[in-house]
């Protein structure tokens, strides 16, 4: 029955309604209020009375009905009964609703009675509707609301109060007799408010509880009438929960209460009370009774230790010890915190020994005793607190108040975080590893480490998701007052573990957060070098130098690539040769796998797994030091001196750890150099010193491409990074106790002396150049000295015949300065620079096929100096091995031969591909085609004595010199390729060496773009393209050479122009440019059974091919062009076009496109003019009509140039004779449009466009007479059955 009602009063108040109809009643007539506002105020409660009867299915008329059809007996009858009911809900605390018959009774009876009230007391009026307005979502209105409400709450006690007729009291006090509520001074009106605030507190709808809750503070803070005692009485009356309450009823009573005791909190009456009676009972039952609300639910814990904080910050000290403390309840609580594991305790026991600062024994075993940080965050203690702290989850997403209490009194203040970065500021300048500390930071330090480890470490981490939820959201909490010096302790070994675990899945239930985790800590790093350092270090230390390729995520890259300073520089190097030198400094934990339920916390990509196969955990992180050191320098911008004293610390560690070892201990101090080096305690692995020398090349080939004009940074030393690096190399060498990581064997150490020699002597004629020419050269070939010095280290027993080689280039560059000097004395001296070229290109190709990317760098900037005396042999050479492939010719002749059995086409060199697939595939038919031309003309460019043997293997006319050379570069290949176990294939092996000496022509050519041995470059290129032999098995060559070919050769600004170009030569790679153009795309019945894929490769080939020969093609008649050749000696040059025109015309298998033609005689119009009269002939006798309709552009670009239409007299005089001379011929083609007029309604179109524009051409050159005359007869009526009115308006114009 209880609970009943109760739902009916909680409906009710969400409604906004008064509480029950005689309450109504009775306000209305105690408020003194106008008829009219009670009017208002009881229109709502009739329509929510019709509401209920209509939901409860009583009566079937409406309200008037039924009030006129009750007699006066019946109506008394029914007043006594609600009167009963009244008295009954009162003493219940509950509410019921009213029939519909009281309603209309009351509101008969209202006016009358509250018109009496009012005139004989005036009493002010309580407004109800502002009981409304305090459950608003607006915080104004709810605001403005509680102020009205407590503003007329105070005017009608004070009315109340001043009542001297005792008899309006009494009649006040007999409605109000059975409700003992203790409020007996109050008006009637304010103890109707305070229940239906007290009510109100524990409605859900919308905000009516911090609404109601305001209104209740208010009003006890300003009405002193209000006594606590009968408010904490009403409290537990009016929100009592009974047995038949379940769910959400249990719920709003328990948070109502609460409600109602922080509105008393919060009102300050406590205090008062306690300022007023030292010994008032009120703090104490208000603090005991808060401590048994908390028992009940888990969720009401921490608001109602909220409350009691809220009452402690208000009252005196000695209150607080005196009646908070010792209020029943509360130590018992205190004592069982440990065992449950209850957070909201042990933050009531701080905030209360913060308040009083003193020790108590209430507190339990909750805090120490005395109690001190220290003693606080030790480990025993904190180890008592675990239960505590993991209990506080229960309240995620949001943090437990007791973490940012326990932050604050980890890290008190921002003191210590500025001295650490003065500290670190210090550090950075001098270098020190250490320094001094205080007691107080030295124990805030001990605080936080155990912190860390017993709390996040030891129990959140190992623990559930949510406790992992938690750390993180702790550690977040830590960061903004963290002090840099603390990072190491906070991304501890199991932290960095446990967000490499989550972040490696991204489907782990915790992703997001380790992301949010990452990104709020790059955002405190922000522009401070000091966190970015102790960041980036903590992460890769822990996770083995993995860290980004686990988490699959850029954070250490992109913290690495915000470095801008250079003392953040400089300390970074040192705190990362600190790890790489120190022993320890790698983590040894074993990975502890209870630290997450993600599975695979160990992903990562192949190349790490490799890697980890042959580097162990500790040597992983070295050489992620060692690969970390000279990425730093990528994104810097800095000024050259700066830039270059960061380059020098890393270029010291790098030398010394990757090219030295001390026999005497540990460390070594260079007196000269005024140094101390350290090495490990343990050896370094011969791994990590080759990847030292590597990166160390790398770093030199950085430097050099920076270096530019290679000027002084002072008058004493220079900024050239390899010259110090030469002389400190030299400075430790002769140090005794320092000696090279490994020995080297006699021809190893007599290339490594020679190449120092070299490079000392080659440096100091560089300094005398000063800033010559000749300065770039010296230069390029000392950088080169110092990385195949390093070579030499890197790989024992390679290197040393190439090194003697350069010296002795080196050496014969300084007898013949010529050389250098660019002289005209080249010439006199016959072979001596010949030679020395051939022998440095020599060098230079043998050192590419097992070089590293800087040497190869260095080659090239040595090349790119020298390559303007490099000699016909020696690019020959090159061009040799471009176009050589692996596969044995005999094998192409054999299956050439079997083709030839079945192919009646013509086969040129028989060159076929391996497996049984026909031109469909590779368009073998017309590229051995264009192999062979291609071989034939480079015959002609090579120069005499070149001729091609009959039986070679190669197609190439090689001596047994170039053959040897030629053999020692393979063999180069093939050795390289046995060092590889597993490696790759000989043929992908030389076709890396085809890329790198690749890049050698290309720098030729574009240092030497109008040189005539372009055309011997090209001529070799463009045979190799076409052989598909050369380029099998690599797309990427393919698309390399024709690269080069368009980019260096066909758009270059520059082209040979020189006489030494024979016209021979250019009519012969013409001719061939030509029949390529024109070779037609060839199938085989095989051509069905092979994929889409191949036969899509294949077309697109054969149109590469197609496109080459047309660019070709414009390139060589450019070059014709330039040289103002006569008519005469171009004739060759008209008898190839004719022949193609012949093709064109006459044979189907042609595949010449107009468009090319038209092009050709649009770039070169005189090629156009001098086959005109040609081209009309075979345009009137062609037998396709195709042919002819498509040769008609052909025509018309012709006349464009040859007839051009200008207002000049003597211009226009000319065009008409040699328009004239062609009027027969121009008769004939158009006879044989009309009387043969094409089917094709689009053809038919493009004759009657040629007509009208010879027609119009013609009349405005006045030669239409001449035209009609020579147009037969019988073509007359065709020109007008086909052309209509276009040939009748000519005709007119006669």
Not at 7 to 25: K, L, P, Q, R
Not at 204 to 210: D, L, P, V
Not at 272 to 283: A, C, G, L, V
Request: glycine share 6%; charged share 30%.
């Amino acid at each position: 029955m209880g609970g009943k009602k109760r739902n009916s009063n909680v409906v009710e108040e969400g409604e906004g309604v008064v509480d029950t109809a005689t309450e109504n009643t009775i306000a209305g007539n105690l408020d003194y209020g106008n008829v009219g506002d009670n009017n208002v105020i009881l229109s709502p409660l009739k329509k929510k009375v019709k509401k209920d009867k209509q939901k409860g299915g009583k009566g079937d008329g409406d309200g008037k009905k039924v009030s006129s059809s009750i007699k006066p007996m019946e109506r008394r009858k029914k007043r006594k009964l609600m009167d009963k009911e009244r008295q009954r809900s009162a003493l219940e605390n509950k509410e019921v609703h009213p029939k519909e018959v009281g309603g209309a009774l009351r509101g008969e009876e209202t006016k009358a009675s509250v018109a009496s009230s009012s005139s004989s007391s005036g009493m002010p009026d309580l407004r109800l509707s502002v009981f409304n307005d305090l459950a608003s979502g607006d915080v104004s209105v709810r605001q403005a609301a509680a102020e009205t409400l407590v503003k007329e709450l105070q005017e009608v006690q004070k009315a109340y109060d001043r009542l001297a007729d005792q008899s309006v009291k009494g009649h006040g006090l007999k409605l109000e007799a059975n409700k003992d509520d203790g409020l007996n001074d109050c008006a009637p009106s304010l103890r109707y408010a305070i229940r239906r605030l007290i009510r109100g507190v524990s409605s859900s709808r919308e905000c009516a509880r911090q609404g109601f809750a305001l209104g209740l503070t208010l009003s006890v803070s300003t009405i002193p009438s209000i006594k606590v005692d009968s408010l904490l009485k009403l409290i537990v009356d009016l929100l009592e929960v009974s047995s038949s309450m379940k769910g959400q009823e249990v719920r709003d009573c328990l948070l109502g209460r609460l409600f109602a005791y922080g509105a008393l909190a919060r009102s300050g009456r406590l205090t008062k009370e306690w300022i007023s009676d030292k010994n008032t009972p009120y703090i104490k039952e208000f603090t005991s009774v808060l401590i048994s609300l908390a028992a009940k639910k888990r969720y009401l814990q921490e608001p109602a230790v909220s409350i009691i904080l809220e009452l402690v910050e208000k009252v005196p000290t000695d209150a607080v010890v005196s009646h908070v403390l010792e209020a029943p309840g509360l130590h018992e609580w205190f004592e069982g915190a440990n065992e449950v594991g209850n957070p909201d305790a042990l933050l009531l026991a701080l905030r209360i020994r913060e308040k009083i600062s003193d020790d108590s024994k209430r507190f339990g075993k909750l805090l120490p005793t005395p109690f001190s940080p220290s003693k606080l965050f030790a480990a025993d203690h904190l180890s008592s607190l675990v239960n505590c702290l993991k209990e506080s989850t229960f309240c995620q997403p949001r943090i437990h108040s007791v973490w940012p209490v326990l932050v604050n009194i980890l890290l008190p203040d921002t003191v210590l975080q500025a001295e650490d970065a003065a500290s670190v500021s210090s550090s950075i300048k001098k270098h020190k590893k250490s320094r001094k500390t205080s007691s107080t930071e030295e124990e805030v330090a001990k605080s936080f480490r155990s912190f860390c480890e017993i709390i996040i470490e030891g129990s959140l981490l190992l623990s559930s998701h949510d406790r992992k939820h938690l750390a993180f959201d702790i550690l977040l909490l830590l960061l903004p007052r963290l002090p840099a010096s603390f990072v190491s302790i906070v991304l501890s070994y199991k932290l960095v573990q446990c967000l490499m675990d989550i972040l490696s899945t991204k489907d782990s239930w915790l992703y997001k957060v380790a992301q949010y985790f990452l990104k709020e800590l790059i955002d405190w790093v922000g522009n401070d070098d000091v966190r970015r350092i102790a960041v980036i270090v903590a992460l890769q230390k822990h996770s083995n130098g993995k860290f980004d390729c686990i988490t699959r995520t850029k954070v250490v890259k992109d913290l690495m690539a915000d470095f801008k300073t250079e003392s953040g520089c400089m300390f970074f190097v040192q705190d990362l040769v600190n790890m790489f030198v120190d022993e320890g400094q790698a983590s040894e934990e074993p990975s502890d796998q209870s630290q997450t339920t993600d599975d695979n916390s160990e992903m990562g990509s192949i190349g790490e797994k490799d890697a980890m196969g042959t580097l162990g955990n500790a040597d992983y992180l070295k050489s992620w030091v060692i690969e970390s050191l000279p990425s730093i320098l990528k994104y810097l911008k800095l000024d050259p001196e700066a830039k270059f004293r960061v380059q020098k610390e890393i270029l010291k560690f790098l030398a010394v750890q990757g090219l030295f070892s001390a026999s005497l201990g540990t460390e070594v101090t260079s007196f000269e150099l005024q140094e101390k080096f350290r090495w490990p305690k343990a050896a370094t692995s011969s791994a990590l010193c080759r990847m030292c020398i590597e990166q160390l090349q790398q770093l030199l080939a950085n430097a050099q491409k920076v270096d530019g004009s290679h000027s002084l940074a002072n008058g004493l030393e220079p900024s050239d990074l390899g010259s110090y690096f030469m002389r400190f190399l030299s400075t430790l060498r002769n140090i005794p106790s320092v000696s090279l990581f490994r020995s080297l064997s006699d021809e190893d150490e007599q290339a490594f002396k020679k190449l120092q020699e070299m490079e000392t002597r080659i440096s100091r004629e560089e300094r005398n150049s000063g800033l010559s020419a000749d300065a770039d050269k010296l230069h390029a070939l000392r950088y080169l000295l110092i990385q195949l010095l390093l070579q030499v280290l890197l790989r024992p027993g390679e290197f040393s015949e190439a090194a003697s080689d350069l010296v002795m280039c080196c050496k014969k560059a300084f007898a013949t300065s010529d050389l250098l000097n660019s002289s005209g004395e080249d010439e006199s001296d016959g072979d001596s620079t010949p030679e020395l070229m051939d022998v440095l290109v020599d060098t230079l190709m043998s050192l590419l096929p097992q070089s590293s990317a800087p040497v190869r760098s260095a080659i090239e900037q040595v090349f790119k100096y020298f390559c303007d005396n490099v000699t016909d042999d020696g690019l020959m050479r090159m061009l040799r091995v471009i176009k050589k492939d692996l596969k044995p010719a005999r094998h192409r002749h054999a299956e050439s031969e079997e083709e030839e059995e079945d192919d009646d086409e013509e086969d040129f060199l028989g060159i076929e591909e391996e497996e049984d697939i026909d031109e469909a595939e590779t368009g073998e038919t017309a590229e051995s085609d264009e192999h062979s031309d291609y071989s034939k003309a480079v015959a002609g460019i090579e120069g005499p004595g070149k001729e091609l043997p009959e039986h070679s293997d190669d197609s190439d006319g090689v001596d047994d010199e170039a053959m040897f050379r030629m053999d020692t570069y393979l063999a180069h290949i093939v050795k390289e390729k046995k060092n590889q176990s597993g490696g790759e294939t000989a043929q992908s092996q030389l076709v890396l060496f085809k890329l790198r000496v690749l890049s050698l022509l290309e720098i030729y050519l574009h240092e030497n773009p109008g040189k005539p041995q372009v055309l011997m470059v090209y001529s070799n290129l463009a045979q190799a393209f076409v052989n598909p032999h050369t380029t099998e098995g690599s797309e990427q060559l393919g698309q390399r050479i024709w690269g080069i070919l368009q980019k260096k050769i066909f758009k270059a600004k520059d082209f040979p122009k020189s006489d030494s170009v024979q016209l021979s030569t250019l009519e012969s790679l013409l001719e061939k440019n030509l029949k390529l153009a024109s070779k037609p795309f060839k199938r085989k019945k095989s051509a069905a059974s092979l994929s889409k894929k191949k036969q899509s490769a294949s077309l697109n080939r054969h149109k590469m091919i197609g496109s080459l020969a047309q660019n070709s093609t414009f390139w060589i008649l450019k070059i014709i062009d330039a040289r103002n050749f006569s008519e005469s000696e171009l004739q060759r040059v008209f008898d190839i076009f004719r022949d193609v025109l012949v093709g064109y015309f006459d044979s189907k298998k042609s595949q010449v496109k107009s468009e090319f033609l038209k092009e050709i005689f649009r770039r070169r119009p005189w090629i156009g003019h001098h086959l005109f009269g040609f081209i009309l002939e075979k345009c009137g006798s062609a037998k396709s009509v195709f042919r002819r309709v498509e040769s008609l552009d052909l025509v018309m670009e012709i006349l464009k140039s040859l007839v051009p239409l200008s207002s000049d007299e003597a211009t226009r005089d000319a065009s008409k004779r040699k328009l004239k001379s062609h009027l027969p011929n121009l008769s004939h083609v158009i006879k044989q449009l009309v009387t043969n007029m094409p089917e094709k309604q689009s053809r038919r179109a493009e004759v009657r466009k040629f007509c009208a524009k010879m027609f119009q051409m013609l009349s405005t050159l006045n030669l239409t007479k001449p035209f009609l005359k020579d147009l037969p007869s019988d073509a007359h009526a065709a020109c007008e059955s086909q052309l209509g009115d276009m040939f009748l308006n000519l005709k007119k114009l006669e």
